[in-house]
């Protein structure tokens, strides 16, 4: 029986020496980037669960593209490795693929970068995908079984998910405490300007909640209080009624963790009845202070308004965490500086920061091409998030880099760190959630 091996390089890394010193000194910095680093990859348990008979598999999470990776991976004599990963981990997957293709083992890439860049990609795989992974799976193991894969597939429609199936969580090994990740829509129906994840795969599509119970139901079955991060790009932004979602959310006994647009602390119908679906908190995208971030799109709003919603999201007992994002047009020392006394005293539950990235296959990619802004000399692997790759206005790069590295250990310092945590405790002491 042929074996495929599910190969997510998808994990948080820091690559810049001044940020990887941070994240390990800045406690608040470190407990962030922990959380997002213990959560599993969901797109090679997608992919799992629509793998067809006569088959076996295994996964493999975020391995470096070592020589032990490449051995352990080779120990299971695979018919294919699969790969997905993130434009910053792009450098890593080549490196994979070419070890493994130089020992005669054939090599797939998906994911979002794959789909940006299929032109990229192709010379380095046997096959990439572009778009949704499931619509073409299945011809992709038949052919790789037939040694006759093709250089690219491209499904003809966009997953439909009705058609989706819970993930092949039991291919995991046990974790101690274990977090799912669970999705309960795929794309955004807002368009910013800078954001990769919203319309790249396909249109905005919602999963019956139906589909979503099933899943949760698969999730207790291995854990039976689980904590669960919703991978969704922007949970409940579009114009379904929630309360199928809600209930179904709320029967399973999850605690979950999600991302959405502050709007919601705007609608009382979705609010009074979010804590009690087991909301515990929600990931917010305020952006920016600056009258000049053209990329909110349709967010876009003054931050006192904003910070009403997030005042009336912490009522419920939901804790909110503000992202916010550095180096738009017009940043400057000023503008920072403003940030920075900001989030010093900002009632948020946690704060996350990041450089504005112009991702391939954004709005802000192109227009940052179009006008020659893009720095040569940063390749795929400093698209981290935390790596200028850009030519700012008016700051140089460096200055940028600079000012970013002080704005994070301001917000991060302890005593900063220990004002929101305190924050957090209390937000959720008003449901009787334990931190
Ligand atoms: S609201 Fe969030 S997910 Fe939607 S397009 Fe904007 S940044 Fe992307």
């Known amino acids: 029986m042929p074996h495929v091996t599910l190969v997510s390089l998808s994990g948080f890394r820091v690559r810049e020496p001044e940020m990887l010193a941070l994240g390990m000194t800045l406690p608040g910095l470190h407990d962030r980037a922990r959380a997002i680093a213990a959560l599993p990859a969901l797109a090679p348990l997608t992919l799992a669960a629509h793998t067809p008979e006569g088959w076996t598999q295994s996964i493999l999470e975020a391995p470096a593209a070592d020589d032990a990776a490449v051995q352990r991976i080779l120990a299971e004599k695979p018919a294919l490795v699969a790969i997905s990963a993130l434009t910053a981990s792009i450098p890593r997957a080549i490196a994979l693929s070419r070890s493994l293709r130089a020992e005669g083992v054939r090599t797939a890439l998906g994911g979002l970068h794959a789909t940006a860049c299929p032109d990229g990609c192709t010379p380095h795989f046997d096959a990439v995908v572009t778009g949704d992974g499931e619509p073409v799976w299945p011809a992709l193991l038949a052919d790789a079984a037939a040694g006759s894969l093709r250089p690219l597939y491209r499904p003809e429609r966009p997953f439909d998910l009705a058609e989706s199936r819970p993930p092949r969580w039991d291919l995991l090994p046990p974790r101690d405490r274990p977090r799912f990740t669970l999705q309960t829509a795929r794309g955004c129906p807002l368009a910013c300007e800078f954001c990769a994840a919203s319309r790249l795969l396909g249109p905005f599509r919602e999963k019956p909640a139906e589909h979503v119970a099933r899943e949760l139901d698969a999730i207790r079955a291995i854990a039976p209080r689980p904590i669960v991060e919703l991978a969704d790009d922007n949970t409940f932004a579009g114009r379904r009624d929630p309360a199928p979602l809600l209930d179904a959310l709320a029967a399973s006994g999850a605690r979950y963790f999600t991302e959405a647009d502050w709007r919601i602390g705007e609608r009382p119908d979705l609010l009074h009845r979010l804590a009690d679906s087991g909301c515990v908190q929600v990931l917010v995208g305020l952006e920016s202070l600056?009258?000049?971030?053209?990329?909110?799109?349709?967010?876009?709003?003054?931050?006192?308004?904003?910070?009403?919603?997030?005042?009336?999201?912490?009522?419920?007992?939901?804790?909110?965490?503000?992202?916010?994002?550095?180096?738009?047009?017009?940043?400057?020392?000023?503008?920072?500086a403003h940030l920075a006394d900001f989030l010093l005293d900002a009632p948020l539950a946690d704060v996350q920061l990041t450089l504005l990235t112009p991702f391939p296959g954004t709005r802000l990619h192109r227009r940052l091409a179009d006008q020659d802004r893009l720095l040569p000399d940063r390749?795929?692997?400093?698209?981290?998030?935390?790596?200028?790759?850009?030519?700012?206005?008016?700051?140089?790069p460096d200055q940028l880099q600079s000012a970013f590295h002080n704005l994070v250990k301001i917000v991060f310092s302890a005593q900063a760190s220990a004002r929101r945590h305190d924050l957090r405790r209390s937000v959720w002491a008003r449901r009787g959630v334990a931190p």
């Not at 349709?298 to 009403?308: F, G, L, N, P, S």
């Not at 390749?379 to 140089?396: A, N």
């Open 290 to 336: 600056s009258p000049r971030f053209a990329g909110m799109g349709a967010k876009k709003a003054r931050i006192d308004r904003m910070m009403d919603a997030v005042a009336a999201i912490h009522h419920v007992g939901v804790a909110v965490i503000g992202c916010f994002v550095v180096g738009a047009d017009g940043e400057d020392e000023e503008s920072l």
């Open 379 to 396: 390749g795929w692997d400093s698209y981290t998030l935390f790596d200028v790759v850009h030519r700012p206005d008016p700051l140089s």
